[in-house]
């Protein structure tokens, strides 16, 4: 604890966003950087607490109760920062986060949901500082391949390149193992890839990392669909353990009229499309959902609803509106949300800002539900016909909407686009390898185990928690690449 009265003098600071009209013209990332004396006083709000509950998050309490899912040493390296420790300081960060570029720039940050500073303060700004490390280290030239001094001679093969296939990866290969990661796109990363738009994080992030990781001995393929172009079964055979990490890639349908007309889209489709076109061609091939010009409406208010007006708007769509049938959070914790769980409370991202910058105002309806969607005589979406609803409980005891009389509105509607979540795995894979799986239709493996019920094949990430944070997706694939390595040595020394 470097300045023992930092957090009773120094207010909460954020590096500010670049300007709406400026950024809305190309695909950077949002944030302006900070100067480092600032981030240093920041890190001095850090009050080494004696039980720091930012770096203890605990799979039992998810997400209701908030922390740092890989245990972050976060007061060691806030106070590493203060001192200007910054090389120490990314050597307690890559103990812990094998990908503090990614977290620092897309985890929500669950560990500053749960800072003791935030019980009567606002939370010390860990994420930014993460952030701050990493980027500091590549800049110093600090972060280089370290390939493992002997090989075991075992082969892995993992199944999917999103964030916990390659915590999996990169812990497994450390071990010395030979791994090999398979990925169905034409690029590797997975979600990070093609689910998160370049100005949230950039690609060259990404391959900044996979280029190490490459170095380091890990083998990428891509372009190969474990299920149908590789049947599942030959990799069992050709390999000693296989990890399935292929993520929660079904999206969660709108089942009411209209569903089938043109123009109607899951969020992710939409988003892919944009970025890979974006990176091969600058969007010259005109191989993606275009939204210049158009009425765009987005249902669903989560991450991946807010990537869709961002994207729109850098479009230069006509209008975007976005429905969410959960109520409006509130400004502050309500007294039945204390700390530390995590805060439902209301807030303003990167995409809202820049609809309320363009169009004048938030572009979210709160307790809206879908009725219909309206078609024209040439089978094109035009409209989209909403009901506003309360929730209440019904005679079972569950939670149900209740539509409220005269409430309804028509919304004029080029593009519709379902961002509703996710709601498993593809199946194909864990049929292939008689894989049981969870009442929600994940593959059944325990926490802390990862081995399903097929001798050698593990699974890990969404594919085995369900839709989730790219941070607990970084802790399976760790705590999975653990397991991996005692399967096949009769213990492990992987952290």
Same mark, same amino acid.
């Given at each position: 604890m470097g300045n023992p009265t930092g957090f009773l003098k120094v207010d909460r600071a954020l590096p500010a966003d670049r300007d709406p009209a400026e950024r809305l013209i190309d695909w950077c990332e949002v944030h302006e950087h900070m100067l480092e004396d600032d981030i240093k006083q920041q890190a001095s709000r850090c009050m080494d607490c004696g039980v720091p509950f930012c770096q203890s998050g605990n799979s039992r309490f998810a997400p209701k109760v908030a922390g740092c899912p890989v245990n972050n040493l976060i007061p060691e390296w806030n106070d590493l920062i203060y001192h200007g420790r910054w090389k120490e300081a990314i050597q307690r960060l890559h103990k812990t986060n094998n990908f503090p570029e990614f977290t620092g720039r897309v985890c929500p940050a669950p560990c500053e949901g749960s800072c003791v500073l935030g019980i009567n303060a606002p939370p010390v700004t860990i994420k930014h500082h993460e952030y701050a490390i990493i980027e500091r280290a590549f800049e110093e030239g600090w972060?280089?391949?370290?390939?493992?001094?002997?090989?075991?001679?075992?082969?892995?093969a993992i199944v999917?390149?999103?964030?916990?296939?390659?915590?999996?990866?990169?812990?497994?290969?450390?071990?010395?193992?030979?791994?090999?990661?398979?990925?169905?796109?034409?690029r590797i990363g997975g979600l990070l890839m093609y689910g998160i738009p370049n100005m949230k994080l950039e690609k060259h992030i990404i391959d900044r990392r996979i280029d190490i990781l490459k170095k380091e001995g890990i083998t990428f393929v891509t372009n190969t669909e474990i299920g149908k172009d590789i049947p599942a079964k030959q990799l069992q055979d050709e390999f000693d353990a296989v990890v399935l990490a292929t993520g929660a890639t079904k999206p969660r349908d709108l089942p009411v009229e209209g569903r089938e007309l043109n123009g109607v889209h899951f969020a992710m489709e939409f988003l892919g499309k944009n970025t890979k076109s974006l990176l091969d061609?600058?969007?010259?091939?005109?191989?993606?959902?275009?939204?210049?010009? =158009?009425?765009?409406?987005?249902?669903? $208010?989560?991450?991946t609803g807010t990537?869709?007006? !961002?994207?729109?708007? %850098? @479009?230069?769509?006509?209008?975007?509106?976005?429905?969410?049938?959960?109520?409006?959070?509130?400004?502050?914790?309500?007294?039945?949300?204390?700390?530390?769980?995590?805060? =439902?409370?209301?807030?303003?991202?990167? $995409?809202?800002?820049?609809?309320?910058?363009?169009? !004048?105002?938030?572009? %979210? @309806?709160?307790?809206v539900m879908t009725k219909k969607i309206e078609g024209d005589e040439n089978g094109n979406v035009k409209a989209v016909h909403t009901v506003d609803i309360t929730w209440g409980t019904n005679d079972a005891g569950q939670f149900v909407p209740n539509e409220v009389a005269g409430s309804e509105k028509v919304l004029e509607a080029d593009l519709v686009f379902l961002a509703m979540g996710f709601t498993g795995p593809e199946a194909e894979i864990l049929e292939q390898l008689s894989i049981e799986q969870d009442g929600r239709s994940n593959a059944k493996a325990d926490y802390d185990?990862?081995?399903?019920?097929?001798?050698?094949?593990?699974?890990?990430?969404?594919?085995?928690?369900?839709?989730?944070?790219i941070v607990w997706a970084i802790d399976e694939g760790r705590r999975a690449a653990r397991e991996v390595d005692a399967f096949l040595m009769g213990e492990s020394y992987l952290p």
């Open positions: 972060v280089v391949a370290e390939p493992p001094a002997a090989r075991t001679g075992k082969k892995i999917g390149s999103g964030p916990a296939g390659l915590a999996a990866a990169a812990q497994l290969n450390k071990a010395g193992h030979l791994v090999t990661v398979y990925e169905r796109a034409d061609s600058q969007h010259k091939d005109g191989d993606f959902i275009n939204a210049e010009g =158009k009425n765009v409406v987005i249902i669903g $208010g989560g991450d990537d869709c007006v !961002g994207t729109s708007l %850098r @479009h230069k769509c006509k209008h975007v509106v976005q429905l969410e049938i959960m109520p409006k959070p509130v400004d502050e914790r309500a007294a039945s949300n204390p700390w530390p769980e995590w805060p =439902k409370t209301l807030l303003v991202d990167y $995409g809202q800002s820049e609809a309320i910058a363009i169009q !004048g105002d938030d572009p %979210r @309806h709160y307790q185990k990862f081995n399903t019920n097929v001798e050698g094949v593990f699974a890990c990430g969404d594919a085995r928690r369900g839709q989730s944070l």
